[in-house]
């Protein structure tokens, strides 16, 4: 029996004349996935995706797995595919709805014609082809208004499609649909999940990381390598760009007040971001940040370190509480790895007393003490890029 996948979008349905421009993305996205399962055709008719096997290679388990990371779908369910005539349509449901009901008490059939042409109404085909499942099934019971599964039959133009038990999708909008944002990625808990938020919203991901050798391992730096890797299987390949901070990093333990540290580190690193992202064709800063979790995430430190940067700065974990950063991180699949203990750049050098209320004056004649520009542009480069390809 033939199997595809059908795939339903959310929001780009509401996008009016931009309609086509999202769904073409998103048949280009799912095109280049598809790729790795082997031949598949990806084609869209009635706010329905079509994911098509062309041969028997082609591992529909996996496509399903990858198509249901795939940002911009809400839905998707695995259909067979039949002939549009009753008699063919009635064997496939009896052949292959059975496994969907298995343990449940209660289904209903849902009939969507289409097909105008086709001579049997919604109402005439969910009946028929309710009967013909109840035949091969005869203890689970019909009910209409509350069913534990709901089997859908639908009649459109290339066949007739029976399908049963929908997942949901990714949600969100197409990658790339949004522009391309630079990530500030850590190794810790949020900032992968900051990164996944904004891709969810459309946003293709670059990366930037910043690390403190010796004082930060290589082990370290893998860790992060390894995060960017588990995102990029949402999101697709990633370019890790990775820099330098030690000298920066001695330098302000040398010249600076304790207490201003971080806040003086984390302009710093802004200041990074804000040019390479700008090289990069990357509209937005991306970041971990949740207000209020440490010194530098009160409301007067982010405005300290956001007065560095000329672009947008999107902080979507910033009303988050911990618990709910956990849980999407868990959902993302980064968790595991963020929570292996390595150090990172903003753990070495870490002030006893980190200014909580910092005043922007007193944070400017601080950074006066050493030749920030110079420092930024040694660090620029040190640059180092990474490629992360995606693994479906
Ligand atoms: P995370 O769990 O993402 O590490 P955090 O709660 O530990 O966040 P901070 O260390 O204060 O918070 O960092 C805040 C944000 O700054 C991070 O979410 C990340 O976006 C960015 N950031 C921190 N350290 C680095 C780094 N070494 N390289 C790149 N970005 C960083
Ligand atoms: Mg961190």
Redesign the pocket.
């Known amino acids: 029996m033939k199997e595809i996948i059908l795939c339903k979008y959310g929001e780009i349905v509401l996008k009016g004349a931009n309609r086509g421009y999202f769904e073409d993305m998103l048949c280009k996205t799912l095109r280049r996935r598809a790729a790795h399962f082997g031949n598949f055709e990806v084609s869209r008719s009635q706010s329905t995706i079509y994911i098509e096997p062309k041969d028997d290679f082609a591992d529909i388990d996996g496509m399903f797995a990858a198509a249901s990371r795939v940002f911009g779908i809400i839905a998707l369910n695995r259909a067979a595919v039949c002939e549009k005539n009753m008699d063919a349509i009635r064997d496939t449901a009896k052949e292959y709805i059975p496994q969907f009901l298995e343990g449940k008490r209660t289904f209903k059939v849902e009939g969507k014609r289409s097909d105008k042409r086709f001579p049997l109404d919604s109402m005439q085909l969910a009946r028929e082809i309710g009967g013909a499942i109840l035949s091969v099934c005869p203890r689970i019971k019909v009910d209409v208004h509350n069913p534990e599964v709901t089997v859908r039959v639908e009649i459109r133009e290339a066949g007739a499609y029976v399908h049963a038990g929908q997942c949901a999708g990714a949600g969100g909008l197409p990658i790339g649909s949004a522009g391309n944002g630079l ?10 999940v ?1 990164g996944w938020m904004m891709a969810k919203r459309g946003v293709r991901l670059e990366a ?4 403190s050798f010796p004082y930060t391992s290589e082990r370290a730096r893998q860790k ?1 390598l390894d995060l960017a890797s588990i995102v990029a299987g949402w999101v697709g390949d990633i370019n890790v760009h990775i820099v330098s ?1 030690t000298h920066i990093q001695e330098e302000l333990a040398k010249n600076c007040t304790e207490d201003y540290f ?1 806040l003086l580190l ?1 302009r710093y ?1 802004m200041t990074i971001a804000n040019r390479i992202a700008k090289e990069r064709n990357c509209g937005a800063l ?5 207000l209020g ?2 010194a ?2 009160t409301m007067q430190a982010i405005s300290v370190t956001d007065a560095v940067t000329d672009m947008p700065v999107f902080r979507p ?1 910033i009303g988050l509480d911990k618990e709910e950063i956990i849980r999407l991180s868990r959902k993302v699949g980064t968790f595991e790895t ?1 929570i292996l203990p390595f150090e ?3 753990t070495v050098f870490t002030p006893r007393h980190p200014k909580t209320r910092p005043e922007m004056e007193k944070v400017i004649a601080e950074e006066q003490k050493v030749d920030f520009e110079a420092l930024v542009e040694e660090a620029i480069g040190t640059i180092n890029t990474v490629r992360i390809m995606a693994e479906y």
């Open positions: 990530l500030l990625l850590s190794g810790g808990i949020d900032s992968p900051a930037i990381h910043f690390e992060v901070l971080t984390r690193m991306i970041t971990g940040e949740s979790q440490v530098s995430q974990c963020s990172d750049c903003c």
